[in-house]
């Protein structure tokens, strides 16, 4: 079986947003976060100087209890500021066995989509283990200019809010989400550091389903995700 990924089919093969670190070398060399994936392709975030034509080696970290994933060569289709389409041009028929498994997967999981809008990677990062073996796809915003976007193109079914969160303000991101009739009914958990009682009264009062604070840790959240996801199902 050829290990060449034909270039017309690219495009039939649905694509899943996902957040997995890559590592890439050929034309360039680097590190980024993989933000979405399929069978023909992929999109990355990095600070490398990408540029369209260039040809890559990327391998992908899948989990932490998984070897790295290798695509053999995947070609730059377009840049765009610190964001770049791949499309993968060879890769060997075993590590593309490896791929498809881990989209029949993320295809299971499209049912357990969790939007996360923080502004800061340590938390999101420890709430993404969390998740993550759950089988959950999850997306993140980093201020409440990206926030409506990011959640009308990911359709989530539960969103977690730091109410610390800077550009956009966090309650008034949920106010603007819950103006918007395919939003409103999405439960939104804030994430809290002060347990100012008229904060969580404001928060519970533009309709927040919960509010949670962040010294207790993060498993009360996750549970929270999990109990939201099962009556969605």
């Known amino acids: 079986m050829s290990d060449r990924i034909p270039a017309m089919i690219e495009r039939q093969h649905p694509r899943f947003p996902v957040h997995l670190a890559i590592g890439f070398s050929g034309d360039q060399f680097g590190m980024g976060t993989?933000?979405?994936?399929?069978?023909?392709?992929?999109?990355?975030?990095?600070?490398?100087?990408?540029?369209?034509?260039?040809?890559?080696?990327?391998?992908?970290?899948?989990?932490?209890?998984?070897?790295?994933?290798?695509?053999?060569?995947?070609?730059?289709?377009?840049?765009?500021?610190?964001?770049?389409?791949?499309?993968?041009?060879?890769?060997?028929?075993?590590e593309r066995e490896r791929l498809r498994g881990y989209?029949?997967?993320?295809?299971?999981a499209?049912?357990?989509?969790?939007?996360?809008?923080?502004?800061?990677?340590?938390?999101?990062?420890?709430?993404?283990?969390?998740?993550q073996p759950l089988g959950c796809m999850m997306r993140t915003a980093r201020d409440g200019l990206a926030a409506l976007k990011e959640a009308h193109r990911f359709r989530p079914h539960v969103i977690i809010l730091d109410l610390a969160i800077q550009a956009g303000g966090g309650l008034s991101i949920v106010q603007r989400l819950k103006w918007s009739a395919d939003m409103q009914n999405i439960p939104i958990i804030v994430l809290a550091a002060s347990s100012d009682a008229g904060m969580m009264d404001r928060a519970l009062s533009l309709g927040v389903a919960r509010y949670l604070m962040i010294s207790d840790g993060i498993d009360p959240c996750i549970e929270e995700v999990k109990s939201f996801l099962t009556l969605s199902a």
């Open 110 to 131: 499209a049912s357990k989509r969790v939007l996360l809008l923080m502004e800061g990677d340590d938390l999101a990062q420890r709430l993404i283990g969390k998740l």
């Open 103 to 108: 989209l029949q997967t993320l295809d299971v």
């Open 34 to 94: 993989l933000l979405d994936l399929s069978s023909g392709g992929c999109l990355v975030e990095s600070s490398a100087g990408l540029h369209p034509g260039d040809c890559v080696t990327l391998r992908i970290q899948l989990s932490v209890e998984s070897s790295l994933l290798t695509v053999n060569a995947a070609t730059v289709v377009w840049a765009r500021s610190r964001r770049f389409g791949l499309s993968f041009t060879r890769i060997i028929p075993a």
